[in-house]
């Protein structure tokens, strides 16, 4: 029993979790939902269709902040992969990750902190309201508004970024970056 204890603390991890994989998947997907939508809604007049497109942003958005709470507990009680490359490509690599899940993280807070604070009921997905939180603040709304657009084009450079790092990885370095964080069925390894 402690020999495999020991065992699995010095194992070298190759792959991501399955649940580290769903979780990045989904968020992907969704984050570039979150985005495509919040682009194209915020060009449309007021009216249904923006009022749909707002609660699906909305409903997203909760969703989202509730995957970055458990990417982030599964990232401190999971193994991950060690970082390949040399020392330049390993700190852009992990400085990317961390801005990744500040601006992630902000983005979600945001919207809903400004959502919530102009005293907006946020209908996740027209099945239920969710409760307000804070006190009916116009003033810190609008902020909040604008900290949440701020974020949407550094968000999307950072999408960018991670993107050509995993290509990068993949077809110059070629080492198991990408293929790590692939379902099983897609990667080589």
């Known amino acids: 029993m402690l020999v495999e204890l020991i065992k699995n603390i010095f194992m070298v991890i ?30 449309l007049s007021w009216g249904d269709s923006r009022k749909i497109l707002v609660m699906v942003h909305k409903s997203c958005g909760v969703t989202a902040i509730v995957f970055i709470i458990a990417r982030i507990f599964a990232r401190l009680f999971t193994q991950v992969p060690e970082s390949s490359g040399n020392f330049a490509v390993k700190f852009t690599s992990q400085l990317t990750s961390f801005f990744l899940y500040v601006f992630m993280a902000a983005m979600a807070f945001s919207g809903f902190i400004m959502s919530d604070m102009g005293g ?57 970056v990408l293929t790590r964080m692939l379902p099983r069925v897609c990667s080589r390894k």
């Open 14 to 43: 190759k792959h991501y979790s399955a649940l580290m994989k769903f979780i990045h998947w989904a968020m992907a997907v969704q984050i570039i939902v979150l985005l495509v939508i919040g682009f194209y809604m915020s060009d």
């Open 120 to 176: 907006h009921v946020i209908t996740f997905f027209n099945l239920i309201d969710l409760p307000l939180l804070f006190k009916k603040n116009e003033d810190l709304a609008k902020k909040f508004h604008a900290i949440h657009v701020c974020i949407a084009l550094p968000l999307v450079i950072l999408i960018g970024l991670h993107l050509l790092g995993a290509l990068y990885h993949h077809f110059i370095l070629r080492d198991n």
